[in-house]
């Protein structure tokens, strides 16, 4: 495994724990001696996100993963909570064995997860991905996140 700081092919693994989507390794750089984490996924048939104006495209884990991100910036939220959903989700998608998936259902159990790590989070995923046209229609989604509560 390549060094993200230095370069160099020399690793050991240190740490090796399941995580829901695969395996978590923590390494250790042989040559300049810091630690990195990697993750190994099982990888099979990959379906077809269907976008709502009709076109298709692989389902990209690191799209999904960079969205989720996003959302969470500034939020206290742990990155190994967010790789956990992310994982999730992936597998959700992975082990449905369907060759298609709309990205409204994949965009749902973003929103689900993020709605139990944080509501504010939730909120800033929600105005992107539900494409609020005024500030009534977000009003709308607050208030039923605290329904919720």
């Given at each position: 495994m390549k060094c993200p700081?230095?370069?160099?092919n020399d690793s050991r693994v240190v740490?090796?724990?399941?995580?829901?989507a695969g395996i978590r390794r923590r390494r250790?750089?042989?040559t300049c001696g810091k630690r990195f984490t990697t993750y190994e996924h099982v990888t099979g048939i990959t379906p077809l996100v269907v976008?709502?104006?009709?076109?298709?495209?692989?389902?990209?884990?690191?799209?999904?993963?960079v969205g989720v991100r996003k959302a969470c910036a500034k939020r206290p939220i742990p990155g190994e909570d967010i790789e956990n959903l992310v994982a999730h989700i992936e597998e959700t998608?992975?082990?449905s064995g369907r060759t298609e998936i709309s990205s409204k259902e994949i965009g749902q159990m973003a929103l689900e997860?993020?709605?139990?790590?944080?509501?504010?989070?939730?909120?800033?995923f929600a105005s992107v991905y539900l494409d609020?046209?005024?500030?009534?229609?977000?009003?709308r989604e607050v208030e039923k996140l605290l329904e919720h509560r």
């Open positions: 700081f230095c370069d160099a740490d090796t724990r399941q995580v829901e250790e750089c042989n976008k709502s104006d009709g076109r298709r495209e692989e389902f990209d884990r690191q799209k999904l993963l998608v992975l082990g997860g993020l709605r139990h790590l944080d509501e504010v989070a939730y909120i800033r609020f046209k005024d500030l009534e229609s977000m009003k």
